[in-house]
């Protein structure tokens, strides 16, 4: 729906891949590795809402208990590192929030979902950091730091790639007539998060060297008020100030200045800007900022030997399957319901605005649920009972587009009181959604062998998180197979990008929707969902009810 990042964090049960005002892309939470040594540190995923916008993850150290309540009256000896850690976050959240903000871009230029199914690989990397993490936490110069190893030459990339596509972006995204470079866009915003992702174990990992043992609770801190910003910059305020409308009808007026033609703010220039931020900071870093030598207490094929043997585990295999498939009924719901919205004529830069009521919802609501998680029995007390509410959130999301197309005061205007409902929609479905995700991090703390804590956690949220971005893409590829469309002229298919081309060019040809695959969709997987709990409520339960000893590597 609307798109912020708390993602996946775009993410994050994952970001609802396009679909919520605080995430790119949902409600999938978005892995979080902290370096593969300190296995007393859990990791945990981000998660993104339910509307599109990237949730933050919370502080891994206070799901497993440490650091919590440790005094705070040493913070200022750490002032400068806690003010570095700061910024590299906020840089994190500026190529996520770019690559959240491009499938609203590409909506409005009229590409199909295929495309967008396609494009919505860019956000798979922050979902499979294992596979390198302890490559990053490994492999490293004793002469250049342990951490600056990867992260200056990781953000030069970024620099680099960001600076390229600004020169670039207007071929990419497709100008006139010419159609967008899907598969280019793909390749250069999965190199951004690829970067992004691994710019992430480095700074997660750094976090717990570069502060004192007193202050290394504020790790999370920076992280989830850097990133929020960095996303929420890049994101929901270059939207705002990119649409001309949005310009023209606020912001010019304070500025004193005519109606314009563009907005403030144009994807070459922010993106150019963005770019020449990243590489003279990262200099500075290098140039500036001493790294401690840090040994590393792990070697790289203990790292890789301890995710196999987990792996080989019987109940891992089960709760694997279990992970796979237990998003796939909110596909639709959190993948596909923000770029309806905009198909419908919803203005993008007011559909991610919707963002910044739901911060604070995003904020206050895990806080409060986890008082209810912290049970000895978070998946059969709570997950399991949110599971129907918000299977339920699908059908609700459906009405909405469906009213959305009829109640417009004027083309891409809708009456107060429809941005209001939405966003009670919105909020509603973080409530569920939050008390699954809550829920799955507990259980995942709860069962992880504490022998090798930080890898284990990692393994379970990997699976979790792509568990809720496969589904998504599959949805988006889906809709446009399930829907009919035909020309008004011959009566031709209009489906295609391609062919609705070919429909409008002739004379008084227009595409007239016979069935929207999108309804179809969310119809089939809330009834799925429901069949799913029936045969799979025994199975999660059974998961909670299990010796502690079998999720264990060494009995």
């Known amino acids: 729906m609307v798109t912020t990042r ?28 902290r370096s593969t040594e300190r296995f007393n540190h859990s990791s945990k995923p981000n998660q993104t809402s339910s509307n599109g916008y990237m949730k933050l993850d919370q502080s891994e150290y206070d799901m497993t208990g440490a650091n919590v309540g440790v005094t705070r009256r040493g913070w200022k000896k750490d002032r400068g590192s806690i003010l570095l850690l700061l910024l590299l ?44 993490a302890p490559i990053v936490d490994s492999v490293f110069s004793r002469r250049m730091g342990r951490r600056k190893t990867w992260l200056i030459p990781i953000q030069y990339l970024i620099g680099v790639f960001m600076l390229y596509i600004s020169f670039q972006v207007n071929e990419l995204l497709g100008v006139g007539d010419s159609p967008a470079q899907i598969h280019l866009l793909v390749f250069l915003f999965t190199s951004l998060n690829l970067f992004a992702a691994t710019q992430d174990i480095v700074v997660d990992g750094w976090a717990l060297s570069i502060l004192s043992a007193e202050n290394v609770g504020y790790a999370s801190t920076c992280n989830a008020v850097g990133q929020t910003a960095g996303y929420f910059i890049s994101y929901s305020v270059f939207l705002a100030f990119e649409s ?34 990243f590489i003279i900071t990262t200099t500075l870093v290098w140039i500036f900022k001493r790294e401690e030598d840090e040994q590393c207490q792990e070697g790289l094929t203990d790292s890789y030997k301890s995710l196999w043997k987990i792996l080989w585990l019987p109940v891992i ?23 309806k919205l905009i198909e419908a ?52 999301f459906a009405a909405v587009v469906y009213m959305s197309s009829g109640i417009q005061t004027s083309p891409g205007e809708f009456p107060i009181w429809f941005y209001l409902m939405l966003v ?12 699954q995700y809550v829920s799955v991090m507990a259980f995942h703390a709860q069962v992880s062998d504490p022998a090798i ?8 949220n990997t699976w979790n998180n792509i568990g809720g971005t496969w589904p998504n893409t599959a949805a988006l590829f889906l809709v446009d197979f399930l829907t009919t469309k035909t020309c008004s002229v011959d009566g031709s298919s209009c489906v295609s990008e391609e062919q609705a081309k070919a429909c409008e060019a002739l ?34 339960i059974g998961f909670q009810n299990l010796n502690p000893s079998a999720w264990k590597v060494l009995k």
């Open 6 to 33: 708390r993602q996946a964090k775009l993410g994050a049960e994952n970001s609802d891949l396009n679909n919520s005002p605080t995430s790119p892309r949902g409600d999938t939470p978005r892995v979080r590795h």
């Open 89 to 132: 976050y906020v840089l994190q959240g500026i190529p996520l929030g770019f690559s959240g903000s491009v499938p609203y871009i590409l909506m409005t230029r009229h590409v199909d979902y295929k495309a967008q199914a396609l494009f919505s690989f860019a956000f798979y990397p922050f979902s499979m950091k294992l596979l390198w």
């Open 244 to 277: 001309k409308n949005f310009c023209n009808q606020y912001i010019y007026p304070l500025l004193a200045m005519p109606t314009q033609e563009t907005g403030l703010l144009t994807l070459e220039g922010f993106m150019y800007f963005w770019g020449v931020v």
């Open 317 to 339: 295999k089960e709760y694997i399957l279990f992970s796979l498939t237990c998003k796939v009924a909110f596909a639709a719901a959190d993948g596909i319901t923000g770029l």
């Open 345 to 396: 004529g919803m203005q993008k830069e007011k559909l991610a605005l919707l963002a910044v009521p739901l911060i604070p919802v995003q904020i206050i609501l895990p806080l409060l649920i986890s008082r209810i998680t912290a049970g000895p029995r978070p998946m059969s007390d709570v997950w399991i009972n949110a599971y129907p509410f918000r299977l339920l959130m699908g059908l609700v």
């Open 424 to 435: 009670a929609v919105y909020i509603a479905h973080q409530v569920c959604s939050n008390c």
């Open 453 to 460: 804590g930080g890898t284990y956690m990692t393994l379970l």
């Open 507 to 540: 004379e008084n040809g227009k595409c007239i929707t016979i069935l929207d695959g999108y309804y179809v969709l969310s119809v089939f997987l809330v009834v799925f969902g429901f069949v799913w709990l029936l045969f799979m409520r025994k199975r999660v």
